[in-house]
Structures are given as C-alpha cells and as structure tokens.
Nanobody, 118 residues
Framework: QVQLVESGGGLVQPGGSLRLSCAASGITFRYYEMSWYRQAPGQERKLVAAITVIGSSTNYADSVKGRFTISRDNAQDTVYLQMNNLKTEDTAVYYC???????????WGQGTQVTVSS
C-alpha cells in the first residue's frame, strides 16, 4: 500500500518559515520524481516545486523562487519543502506528489494546511 504522509503545516505569521515533510512508503522512493503542489480555496492545484530522482535538478514556480527550497533524502524516503519569508498568498493546502514516468505511476498525499496570517 502506497502512502505519502505530509507533515509540518500550520499557522504562521507573514515573514515566517515552515518546513514541510513528506514521508513515503510502499514505493521504491529513489525511482520517483517528487514534487509539491498547493491548492488555495476556489483555485486549481498548482505546482510549487519539483526535484529529480537523485536531487540533481529542481524546478520552482515563479511565485516561490528564492523563498522555497525542495530537497530529498533517499535514505529516509522523504522529501522536504523549506518555506521562508512566507506571504499571505502562500496560504493553501500543500500536497506531496510522487511520479515514476516510465511505468506511468503517480501518487498523492492527503495534504497539509499552511495558513499565513497575522
């Protein structure tokens, strides 16, 4: 059974920081490209950041470049999203996503709420 379990969300003031974690089980983690998406109320789910299987390349949405950092630990089957200088517009549910392109496998976590408010 595949599980992606996000943690680390919460309420933070503007300018603050949070670190999200996504622990994977039931998959061979090192074969999967990992990414974080977010979905704000009334909006579609959008890509925030992505990282390749060995972490050699990352990709970010323009809105988070310079503030967010995605990383992975293949020994711990975990992907992280360090979020700094948070803004109110970063408020959303953040989802972890795992994808293995060859076999066409794709999995989602259950999401974790991030609220940026004073």
């Amino acid at each position: 059974q595949v599980q992606l379990v996000e943690s680390g969300g919460g309420l933070v003031q503007p300018g603050g920081s949070l670190r999200l974690s996504c622990a994977a089980s039931g998959i061979t983690f090192r074969y999967y490209e990992m990414s974080w998406y977010r979905q704000a109320p009334g909006q579609e789910r959008k890509l925030v950041a992505a990282i390749t299987v060995i972490g050699s390349s990352t990709n970010y949405a323009d809105s988070v470049k310079g503030r967010f950092t995605i990383s992975r630990d293949n020994a711990q089957d975990t992907v992280y999203l360090q979020m700094n200088n948070l803004k109110t517009e970063d408020t959303a549910v953040y989802y972890c996503h795992a994808e293995r392109r060859g076999p066409g496998l794709s999995y989602w976590g259950q999401g974790t709420q991030v609220t940026v408010s004073s």
